[in-house]
């Protein structure tokens, strides 16, 4: 398990976690290459399905990164995002899947460093927990989740 | 409308045993509204199956579909193409919609994902309360617009029991009395010689009594 690299997908929003993401590359701050971005105009935009597909198509983890609460450019699109991702932990549960693959994060678009923080947290995390039972090969699931 | 709460996923699980390929239907009317058996609904669910099956090493080949409504035979005649193509159907929709979906292809398995539970309305978005106990025989008119009969939890037809509260009701703090909201409803209308008129005990016969229920609009018989 030791040369494990997970797939995970990162639904970031656009007005935040996409913008600290830019601002961890301009300060040339190192994170795993494990994440795989998909930026959304709001975390209001996640729902279930989106996030169960990620799984179904074998992402090891995956997290959604949103804005401070309180500071929605869509005013509470990340508090409708919130229960969500809580309400789809117990559905990958209901699976058999660790609800520990799926998270929520929060940061503004000043917080670059705190994306790479998440980015190399989470990695660790998943890391830990290895890959996901849906995983059949390694390279079966990047080229199916790219 | 009528309210349906998803079965466990175990449950599910267990039902479609030995089944390789699947139609999950859902029903566009009311579990639409309620959120548990709609297109959404079919979604999540085909995924979960999908996954949790995937995971046993024993795949499981789903069409997802989403018709009308299930309880009108034009509308389950819509499905006929796909069932001769899958060996089982999981209806999302409510009781009446399984069934439907059974009596219409008699060779075809059909499992309920839903429990049927109460007919109701939305509070607020994704919380669902009961209002009506489809009992035949509407008392509206004499408390106010608010059923005793669905929403007293003795049904009581004539006043409050001493369970009364403080406008809430014994079985739980959380729980209204019924009565207490009847009252109060008449007292603002001005209305509590309504409230002086015995209502008689409740003629059950058109409840449950003497089987299922039909509705028989002449004007529609052909």
């Given at each position: 398990?030791?040369?494990?690299?997970?797939?995970?997908?990162?639904?970031?929003?656009?007005?935040?976690?996409?913008?600290?993401?830019?601002?961890?590359?301009?300060?040339?701050?190192?994170?795993?290459?494990?994440?795989?971005?998909?930026?959304?105009?709001?975390?209001?935009?996640?729902?279930?399905?989106?996030?169960?597909?990620?799984?179904?198509?074998?992402?090891?983890?995956?997290?959604?990164?949103?804005?401070?609460?309180?500071?929605?450019?869509?005013?509470?699109g990340?508090?409708?995002?919130?229960?969500?991702?809580?309400?789809?932990?117990?559905?990958?549960?209901e699976?058999?899947?660790?609800?520990?693959?799926?998270?929520?994060?929060?940061?503004?678009?000043?917080?670059?460093?705190?994306?790479?923080?998440?980015?190399?947290?989470?990695?660790?995390?998943?890391?830990?927990?290895?890959?996901?039972?849906?995983?059949?090969?390694?390279?079966?699931?990047?080229?199916?989740?790219? | 409308?009528?309210?349906?709460?998803?079965?466990?996923?175990?449950?599910?699980?267990?039902?479609?045993?030995?089944?390789?390929?699947?139609l999950?239907?859902?029903c566009?009317?009311?579990?639409?509204?309620?959120?548990?058996?709609?297109?959404?609904?079919?979604?999540?669910?085909?995924?979960?199956?999908?996954?949790?099956?995937?995971?046993?090493?024993?795949?499981?080949?789903?069409?997802?579909?989403?018709?009308?409504?299930?309880?009108?035979?034009?509308?389950?005649?819509?499905?006929?193409?796909?069932?001769?193509?899958?060996?089982?159907?999981?209806?999302?929709?409510?009781?009446?919609?399984?069934?439907?979906?059974?009596?219409?292809?008699?060779?075809?398995?059909?499992?309920?994902?839903?429990?049927?539970?109460?007919v109701?309305?939305?509070?607020?978005?994704?919380?669902?309360?009961?209002?009506?106990?489809?009992?035949?025989?509407?008392k509206?008119?004499?408390?106010a617009?608010?059923?005793?009969?669905?929403?007293?939890?003795?049904?009581?037809?004539?006043?409050?029991?001493?369970?009364?509260?403080?406008?809430?009701?014994?079985i739980?703090?959380?729980?209204?009395c019924?009565?207490?909201?009847?009252?109060?409803?008449?007292?603002?209308?001005?209305?509590?010689?309504?409230?002086?008129?015995?209502?008689?005990?409740?003629?059950?016969?058109?409840?449950?009594?003497?089987?299922?229920?039909?509705?028989?609009?002449?004007?529609?018989?052909?």
């Amino acid at each position: 398990m030791a040369d494990f690299e997970p797939i995970i997908v990162a639904f970031c929003c656009h007005y935040c976690a996409y913008g600290a993401a830019d601002l961890a590359g301009s300060m040339r701050l190192e994170y795993p290459p494990n994440i795989r971005i998909i930026r959304l105009p709001c975390t209001g935009k996640v729902t279930p399905i989106l996030l169960l597909r990620a799984f179904e198509k074998g992402a090891d983890g995956v997290y959604v990164a949103g804005c401070l609460e309180g500071d929605c450019h869509f005013i509470h699109g990340n508090l409708v995002a919130k229960p969500r991702v809580n309400y789809t932990k117990k559905l990958i549960q209901e699976v058999g899947l660790e609800p520990e693959r799926l998270e929520m994060f929060n940061m503004s678009a000043a917080m670059g460093p705190r994306f790479a923080e998440v980015a190399r947290e989470f990695t660790e995390r998943i890391k830990a927990l290895g890959p996901s039972p849906l995983r059949k090969t390694q390279s079966a699931a990047t080229k199916e989740a790219a | 409308m009528v309210i349906g709460e998803r079965k466990p996923f175990e449950e599910i699980v267990k039902m479609l045993n030995g089944h390789k390929k699947i139609l999950v239907l859902g029903c566009g009317g009311c579990v639409t509204v309620c959120l548990t058996g709609g297109d959404d609904a079919v979604k999540v669910l085909s995924s979960q199956l999908r996954m949790s099956r995937e995971k046993d090493n024993d795949p499981l080949e789903i069409t997802e579909k989403t018709i009308e409504r299930q309880c009108d035979p034009e509308y389950v005649e819509q499905i006929s193409d796909i069932v001769g193509q899958i060996d089982g159907v999981l209806s999302l929709a409510c009781g009446v919609g399984v069934q439907y979906v059974a009596e219409r292809y008699p060779t075809m398995p059909v499992y309920p994902a839903l429990n049927t539970t109460f007919v109701g309305g939305s509070k607020k978005e994704g919380y669902y309360v009961e209002r009506c106990q489809t009992c035949g025989d509407c008392k509206l008119y004499y408390t106010a617009g608010i059923c005793p009969v669905a929403r007293c939890s003795k049904s009581l037809l004539n006043g409050p029991c001493g369970g009364s509260t403080n406008g809430k009701c014994e079985i739980d703090p959380q729980v209204d009395c019924a009565w207490q909201l009847i009252i109060d409803r008449l007292k603002s209308l001005n209305l509590m010689d309504r409230y002086e008129q015995i209502i008689e005990a409740n003629d059950w016969r058109s409840s449950r009594d003497g089987g299922p229920r039909t509705m028989i609009r002449e004007d529609f018989q052909r």
